[in-house]
């Protein structure tokens, strides 16, 4: 019964901000990374950020700056704070838990939520 459900999605303008939920169920959330990919139309899906059991984070070149990834452990969610949004930002937006290792994606047992879609236009 692993679940991870994505909120907080939508259309803002650009320079504007929004932030995205996870909120996880079904396994020991504090023991897990926790990370936010997005897949843009027509591109790959690639990984956003990034945070740690001990609460450290990682982002990609293209958020540092403007994104925030945190986690409450006591509310088993992942938050991503989106700042200063652009319209190649634009993305449908997904929440990833893993061991820290990474074991479970490399045998395809990761976890991955429905995704939720941000859509950044004027």
């Known amino acids: 019964q692993v679940q991870l459900v994505e909120s907080g999605g939508g259309l803002v303008q650009p320079g504007g901000s929004l932030r995205l939920s996870c909120a996880a169920s079904g396994f020991t959330f504090s023991r897990y990374t926790m990370s936010w990919y997005r897949q843009a139309p027509g591109k790959e899906r690639e990984l956003v950020a990034f945070?740690?059991?001990?609460?450290?984070?990682n982002y990609a070149d293209s958020v540092k700056g403007r994104f925030t990834i945190s986690r409450d452990n006591a509310k088993n969610t992942v938050y991503l704070q989106m700042n200063s949004l652009k319209p190649e930002d634009t993305a449908v937006y997904y929440c990833?838990?893993?061991?820290?290792?990474?074991?479970?994606?490399?045998?395809?047992?990761?976890?991955w939520g429905k995704g939720t879609l941000v859509t950044v236009s004027s």
């Open positions: 945070t740690n059991t001990g609460g450290s984070t």
């Open positions: 990833n838990a893993d061991f820290p290792d990474g074991r479970l994606a490399r045998y395809g047992m990761d976890y």
